[in-house]
C-alpha cells in the first residue's frame, strides 16, 4: 500500500471521479465511486458483468450523466453533459462496438463530423494520420474502406480517429474480446508507446492474464461500488478475482476423465481450395 501511495504521488491525476452515483430507476449502477486515472499509465478496471464498468466510463465518454458527485480533469471540475462536452476534454472511448460507416476510408470516418479549418482536404488529413500511425506503431492505409478491413484494422482506426482529434485520455472496453493473439500483442505494443507518450488509458477486461501483462494500477468494482485498487506487479490473479467477487474462488478447474467416450464427429481428409473472386 505504501507503493502505491507513493505511485500514486509521483504521477498527475488525469482524471479524478470523486462520490460518482448513477441510477436506473431502482437499479444502483454506480455509488459513491471514488476512482483515479493517471497520465502515463495503463489502468485496468475490473468488476464482474453488472458491476458497473462500462457505466462509470460512459460518464466520462458523456453518454450517461451523474446524478452524484463530480469529475476533474486535469485538477478541474468539469462537466461532462455529452461526448462533445468530453472529446473537448480530451476523452475517447472505444467501444465494443465500432461506430465506423463502412462505405467511407480510414480517412473519411476520422474526420467525419469535424468542423476545424480545412477539414476536407483528403490528402493533408491523411498524412497527419500517417503521421499518428509512425509515432505509435499503427498499421493502417488512410485510403483504405471500412468495409475491406479486419475486426482489428477497424479498431485501429478508431483509435487513431480518437488521437487525431486529439485524446489524451483513452478508454477501451472490452479491447481484445475480437482480436487473434497476435493483434492483441500489437495492440499492447501499441498501447505501450502510447503510455511512454504520457497518454492516460484505462482497459476494462476480464482477462487477467492480459491485466498482468498489460496494466500499472488495478481498480475493482463490486456490485456499483469502488473496493480498492493494487499496483499490478503486486498482485496475482487470484487476488484480484477474490477482489472482484468478495470472497475466496478457486481458479482450478477439475475436469473428470471421461468415460466411454463415443465419436460425436468425424472428419476425413478434407481439402481446402480458395478461388479468387473477381
Known sequence: MDNLKK????APAAVEMR??????GNVRANYKVDLTIRKGEILALLGENGSGKTTLMNMLAGIYYPDEGEILINGKETLIRSPRDSFECGIGMIHQHFKLVDVLTATENIILGLKEPGRLNIRAAADRIRQICDAYGFEVDPMQKIYDMSVSQKQTVEIVKLLY???DILILDEPTAVLTPQE????????RNMRKDGKAIVIIT??????????????????????????????????????M????????IERPEPKDPKNRLVVEALQSATRKAY
Open 7 to 10: 505511485d500514486q504521488a509521483a
Open 19 to 24: 462520490g460518482i452515483s448513477k441510477f436506473f
Open 165 to 167: 482529434r486529439g485524446a
Open 184 to 191: 492483441t500483442e500489437k495492440l499492447f505494443a501499441v498501447l
Open 206 to 243: 476480464h482477462k487477467m492474464h492480459e491485466v498482468e501483462e498489460l496494466s500499472d494500477r488495478v481498480a475493482v468494482l463490486r456490485r456499483g461500488e469502488y473496493v480498492g485498487e493494487m499496483i499490478t506487479k503486486e498482485t496475482n490473479a487470484q487476488e484480484m478475482t477474490d477482489m
Open 245 to 252: 467477487v468478495g470472497h475466496s474462488v478457486s481458479l482450478n
